[in-house]
T-cell receptor
Framework: SQELEQSPQSLIVQEGKNLTINCTSS?????LYWYKQKYGEGLIFLMMLQKGGEEKSHEKITAKLDEKKQQSSLHITASQPSHAGIYLC??????????????FGKGTHLIIQP | EADIYQTPRYLVIGTGKKITLECSQT?????MYWYQQDPGMELHLIHYSYGVNSTEKGDLSSESTVSRIRTEHFPLTLESARPSHTSQYLC???????????????FGSGTQLSVL
């Protein structure tokens, strides 16, 4: 079955600094999703990547899917307190993600220090 | 903005009680899901539905049951709550296409369940 490994598990960054979160898959990814979750709340969709080498940006967040489609990175430029939360990557069922829906990694807890 | 709603937001209940967690969406999505998430852990799919009168079990075995009588409504029921059921329950929906290789999920805000 699909396994998604996220690193780091947690990250403390000073406000204004850049940071990168990684998501590595045990299988080829046919769709990689990035979500953000505030503690104790639901998930907010950030981006979906499908093609090898694809890169998407939204405001100060950029996500990439590598050519081999087994790893994705999420990069935040000039971090702000609003970026704090849990970032999760997810893979769809056609990536071997299970019965249906999405399979998620354990998440990266991001703390922004003022 | 996703139009998917979960109630209650928080629920503290005693062992043995029957509870129903509500989930409604106004997007007309056919596919709906229930995920369970323990603190600091990954989400696990426990139930999903392709549409009205369709219910399927997910990857994680669960003592809960679901029903789908209306497109917009996908309630989850625990007949007899136990402390081991304490967790966060997240509902999600997506547009269903049999030809789609990917699907974007919209999530509700979740229900934090505590069973004493």
């Amino acid at each position: 079955s699909q396994e998604l490994e996220q690193s780091p598990q947690s990250l403390i960054v000073q406000e204004g600094k850049n940071l990168t979160i990684n998501c590595t898959s045990s299988k080829t990814l046919y769709g990689l999703y990035w979500y953000k979750q505030k503690y104790g709340e639901g998930l907010i969709f950030l981006m979906m990547l499908q093609k090898g080498g694809e890169e998407k940006s939204h405001e100060k967040i950029t996500a990439k899917l590598d050519e081999k489609k087994q790893q994705s990175s999420l990069h935040i430029t000039a971090s702000q307190p609003s970026h704090a939360g849990i970032y999760l990557c997810g893979a769809g069922p056609y990536s071997g993600g299970g019965a249906d829906g999405l399979t998620f990694g354990k998440g990266t807890h991001l703390i922004i220090q003022p | 903005e996703a139009d998917i709603y979960q109630t209650p937001r928080y629920l503290v209940i005693g062992t043995g009680k029957k509870i129903t967690l509500e989930c409604s969406q106004t997007m007309g999505h056919d596919k709906m899901y229930w995920y369970q998430q323990d603190p600091g852990m990954e989400l696990h799919l426990i139930h999903y539905s392709y549409g009205v009168n369709s219910t399927e079990k997910g990857d994680l075995s669960s003592e809960s049951t679901v029903s789908r009588i209306r497109t917009e409504h996908f309630p989850l029921t625990l007949e007899s709550a136990r402390p081991s059921h304490t967790s966060q329950y997240l509902c999600a929906s997506s547009e269903f296409s049999r030809d789609a290789t990917n699907e974007k999920l919209f999530f509700g805000s979740g229900t934090q369940l505590s069973v004493l």
